[in-house]
């Protein structure tokens, strides 16, 4: 499964957020979530800022996967760190409302609900 986010506010009025990344996930029977990240950009990028990122990546993943009853392997391709408008808060939100509808598009076209994945 491909997770692609692309989320920005930039309007200089506060709140602001800067979340993209694309990963592949592989879901598992057990409830571990792990994230691994192959490429940051820029290369430069804090290291507690792309700490917090994954965190928050894999806190997304689990609010969403736990009460199904599974995990993954979340391997992050390509992942953004702007260091001027990130939050780790946006990480986490948008990582799981976009599993939330990837896992609702699967049910569907399987016509499975998303608790037998």
Known sequence: MNLCVNKKRQA???????????????????????????GVYPTDA????????????????????????VGAVIRVRRIVINDVDFNPQMFERFTADELQRLLGETATA????????
């Open 46 to 69: 804090c290291p507690d800022q792309v700490q917090l990122a994954k965190d928050a990546i894999r806190l997304g993943a689990i609010r969403v996967l736990q009460p199904r009853g």
């Open 12 to 38: 200089s009025s506060g709140g602001d957020f800067v979340v993209i990344y694309e990963a592949d996930i592989e879901m598992t029977a057990n409830a571990d979530v792990l994230v691994s990240f192959a």
């Open 110 to 117: 399987h016509d499975i609900t998303p608790e037998s994945n």
